[in-house]
């Protein structure tokens, strides 16, 4: 597809310009952990300053640096931050078709870990805002970038850290970041998702308590490891309390065609068996909504402490990830988990692992408004799904920090789907379009532009 509108010479020439940059920044290797995204922040200081502009390696520790660079507009006016992480998850190059840290450009694609999760946007935004300086800042108040250390595993530095520490960098009013921008095609045109918000996580671990002794004595009672069988058991059979909220609304309202379904979908008390009929349709758009009904236990680890297979362990510990909505919290969870443990015969605790809650911006904002503009003038039959993202970015630590602000995921591809996009998050093959990739930094340049007016 053509991007209409848009002069073919600049859509060339900033297909050159990203996909080369995307490229540079595959071949760093920011496999987290360790990470090292220090070398990325050297990258994009050093190409800043090719032309011109100057920023700052910021964070800690030395070697898990981040990079920002602030362009102020010719008038006092609100301030956007265009955001995109270093780190890459790892990648095994014997699965893959092409070396995952190559970034070859070949077919029409970059190629690599981190193309499209997320260094694509690492390379969008720079060209945006380069292009922004060339045109000598023609906007109101300002205009931040961002790429920072440690998303993946987000234990030490990255933006958790800069929100904190540099409050004079990072605190703005507006936030674009990775996450939503995939398409749906659908009877009443192209459905963009932009996430406005992120479940939260409440990973716990239950440590069932047993009795120790020889295992060539069958012990039925006391035995941890078949309490921990049956605690897994009653924990996935137990079905768990669904929350409609502003995160599946939306979806449901704009895709889901048929009424009563629709109707059913929404009620939260029928919202279980109307997910079934769903599923029997539309399983991609069930997998979509699933997620957001609210929480959901899913056991991933299993230990015991016996070092021999002839005694018995005093202890089975199971870890269990469990995703909340925006708005809920770790105190939910627990009562849930009490409710599904009520009466099987076990001796527990509970410990928690890791607890970040989720949150959410408020949509509709002129964020939103412009984001639809600058859509529709190249793809006229847009119209934007407002949802939460089911995993974790970094928009969280900026709404938890800066209350008030409007961070929204959100990185458009014009030319592959959702289907095609994100089947390759954290996969082998992991690639983006050219072009894709050159509307990802034009759309964020015209977005800079539309809503700092
Ligand atoms: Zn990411």
Same mark, same amino acid.
Request: glycine share 8%; proline share 5%; with cysteine.
């Given at each position: 597809?053509? =991007?209409?509108?848009?002069?073919?010479?600049?859509?060339?020439?900033?297909?050159? #310009?990203?996909? #080369?940059?995307?490229?540079?920044?595959?071949?760093?290797?920011?496999?987290?952990?360790?990470?090292?995204?220090?070398?990325?922040?050297?990258?994009?200081?050093?190409? /800043?300053?090719?032309?011109?502009?100057?920023?700052? =390696?910021?964070?800690?520790?030395?070697?898990?640096?981040?990079?920002?660079?602030?362009?102020?507009?010719?008038?006092?006016?609100?301030?956007?931050?265009?955001?995109?992480?270093?780190?890459?998850?790892?990648?095994?190059?014997? +699965?893959?078709?092409?070396?995952? /840290?190559?970034?070859?450009?070949?077919?029409?694609?970059?190629?690599?870990?981190?193309?499209?999760?997320?260094?694509?946007?690492?390379?969008?935004?720079?060209?945006?805002?380069? !292009?922004?300086?060339?045109?000598?800042?023609?906007?109101?108040?300002?205009?931040?970038?961002?790429?920072?250390?440690?998303?993946?595993?987000?234990?030490?530095?990255?933006?958790?850290?800069?929100?904190?520490?540099?409050?004079?960098?990072?605190?703005?009013? @507006?936030?674009?970041? #990775?996450?939503?921008?995939?398409?749906?095609?659908?009877?009443?045109?192209?459905? @963009?998702?932009?996430?406005?918000?992120?479940?939260?996580?409440?990973?716990?671990?239950?440590?069932?308590?047993?009795?120790?002794?020889?295992?060539?004595?069958?012990?039925?009672?006391?035995?941890?490891?078949?309490?921990?069988?049956?605690?897994?058991?009653?924990?996935?059979?137990?079905?768990?309390?669904?929350?409609?909220?502003?995160?599946?609304?939306?979806?449901?309202?704009?895709?889901?065609?048929?009424?009563?379904?629709?109707? !059913?979908?929404?009620?939260?008390?029928?919202?279980?068996?109307?997910?079934?009929?769903?599923?029997?349709?539309?399983?991609?758009?069930?997998?979509? =909504?699933?997620?957001?009904?609210?929480?959901?236990?899913?056991?991933?680890?299993?230990?015991?402490?016996?070092?021999?297979?002839?005694?018995?362990?005093?202890?089975?510990?199971?870890?269990?990830?469990?995703?909340?909505?925006?708005?809920?919290?770790?105190?939910?969870?627990?009562?849930?988990?009490?409710?599904?443990?009520?009466?099987?015969?076990?001796?527990? +605790?509970?410990?928690?692992?890791?607890?970040?809650?989720?949150?959410?911006?408020?949509?509709?904002?002129?964020?939103?408004?412009?984001?639809?503009?600058?859509?529709?003038? @190249?793809?006229?039959?847009?119209?934007?799904?407002?949802?939460?993202?089911?995993?974790?970015?970094?928009?969280?630590? /900026? !709404?938890?920090?800066?209350?008030?602000?409007?961070? @929204?995921?959100?990185?458009?591809?014009?030319?592959?789907?959702?289907?095609?996009?994100?089947?390759?998050?954290?996969?082998? +093959?992991?690639?983006?379009?050219?072009? +894709?990739?050159? /509307?990802?930094?034009?759309?964020?340049?015209?977005?800079?532009?539309?809503?700092?007016?």
């Amino acid at each position: 597809m053509d =991007i209409a509108g848009l002069d073919p010479a600049v859509v060339a020439a900033v297909e050159r #310009e990203t996909s #080369e940059l995307l490229s540079r920044l595959i071949q760093i290797d920011t496999s987290n952990p360790p990470g090292n995204e220090t070398a990325v922040a050297e990258l994009m200081d050093r190409w /800043f300053r090719e032309a011109g502009l100057q920023g700052e =390696i910021v964070g800690e520790p030395a070697d898990r640096r981040s990079f920002v660079l602030r362009l102020e507009g010719q008038r006092p006016g609100p301030s956007l931050l265009l955001l995109a992480h270093e780190d890459v998850v790892p990648a095994n190059a014997a +699965d893959w078709q092409v070396p995952p /840290f190559s970034g070859l450009i070949k077919d029409g694609y970059v190629w690599g870990r981190g193309a499209v999760d997320v260094k694509n946007l690492v390379a969008a935004h720079a060209v945006a805002v380069k !292009r922004l300086a060339a045109a000598g800042a023609p906007f109101a108040g300002s205009v931040t970038y961002a790429c920072t250390a440690d998303e993946e595993e987000g234990t030490v530095g990255g933006a958790r850290w800069l929100v904190e520490h540099r409050p004079d960098l990072m605190r703005c009013d @507006y936030v674009i970041n #990775e996450g939503g921008g995939h398409f749906l095609e659908h009877a009443a045109g192209r459905i @963009y998702l932009v996430e406005s918000g992120e479940k939260g996580t409440a990973q716990f671990r239950l440590v069932v308590h047993g009795e120790a002794g020889h295992a060539s004595v069958p012990l039925r009672h006391g035995n941890a490891v078949l309490a921990a069988a049956r605690v897994v058991e009653a924990l996935v059979a137990h079905e768990l309390p669904v929350v409609v909220d502003e995160s599946s609304r939306e979806l449901v309202e704009l895709l889901v065609s048929d009424r009563d379904l629709r109707a !059913r979908l929404r009620d939260p008390a029928a919202a279980r068996g109307a997910l079934a009929d769903l599923a029997a349709c539309d399983p991609r758009l069930a997998d979509m =909504i699933e997620p957001l009904y609210g929480f959901a236990f899913s056991p991933t680890i299993v230990q015991s402490n016996s070092v021999a297979v002839n005694v018995y362990p005093t202890r089975v510990e199971l870890s269990v990830d469990c995703r909340m909505l925006a708005g809920h919290d770790e105190d939910e969870v627990e009562a849930e988990v009490r409710a599904a443990l009520a009466g099987v015969e076990a001796e527990w +605790d509970l410990e928690w692992i890791g607890v970040i809650r989720g949150n959410a911006s408020p949509y509709p904002t002129p964020l939103s408004d412009a984001i639809r503009t600058v859509l529709q003038r @190249y793809v006229p039959d847009a119209e934007l799904a407002n949802s939460h993202s089911v995993g974790f970015t970094d928009s969280n630590w /900026f !709404r938890a920090a800066y209350p008030g602000i409007v961070a @929204y995921n959100f990185a458009p591809h014009i030319v592959e789907s959702y289907d095609d996009v994100t089947s390759r998050y954290h996969n082998v +093959d992991e690639r983006i379009l050219v072009r +894709d990739l050159a /509307f990802q930094a034009l759309f964020a340049e015209r977005v800079a532009l539309e809503v700092l007016q």
